[in-house]
Structures are given as structure tokens and as C-alpha cells.
């Protein structure tokens, strides 16, 4: 029994100090994370793995209540390689 109970009590010491590791590093994971994830997706088209025809894309789906920090309505249709926006509220232009 005492084995248990050291052992939730290490167990319990890794958890405390991973959750300060993180607070301490937050600012740093964050920008390593970004840089990472910019590197693998700056340049990329997706809509070149599209199969030809029409795909519908939601850039905005507003809500009934307002906030100044959300796209408004906003819908996408992309058909071949080109791109149409329908309904674009506020905020859609930016998510596009």
C-alpha cells in the first residue's frame, strides 16, 4: 500500500511541474508550434488535391448575436480552379 501512494505522490510531482514547465515555456511552445506549422503551410495550395468540380466552403458563419471578433455569413464556392464568395459579411473577406 505504501508503494501506491508513493507512487501517486510522483505521479502527482510530474504533473505539478509539467503544468509550471508549461506556464513557464507557454511563450516559447507557442512560437515553435507557430513557426513549425507557417513552414509546412506558407506556399501551399490545398485546392490543388481538390478533384475538379464544385465544392461549397464556409468562411464565416455568423451568429445571432453580435461580436465585433467573428465573420459574419459568408460562403464560398470554388468550381475548377476558380473561386466565387457569396453573402460575404463582415469579416469573411479577411477568413478568405
Not at 24 to 36: G, H, L, N, T, Y
Not at 69 to 85: D, E, K, S, W
Request: net charge positive.
Amino acid at each position: 500500500m505504501i508503494w501506491l501512494r508513493r507512487g501517486l505522490l510522483a505521479l502527482g510531482a510530474v504533473v505539478v511541474l509539467a503544468v509550471i514547465g508549461f506556464n513557464v515555456f507557454k511563450a516559447q511552445i507557442a512560437s515553435a508550434i507557430f513557426e513549425r506549422v507557417l513552414d509546412q503551410r506558407v506556399g501551399v495550395d490545398p485546392s490543388l488535391e481538390l478533384p475538379d468540380g464544385l465544392h461549397v466552403y464556409l468562411c464565416g458563419t455568423g451568429s445571432p448575436m453580435p461580436d465585433s471578433t467573428r465573420a459574419g455569413p459568408c460562403l464560398g464556392i470554388m468550381a475548377g480552379r476558380r473561386a466565387y464568395g457569396f453573402d460575404i459579411g463582415s469579416g469573411g473577406a479577411r477568413n478568405l
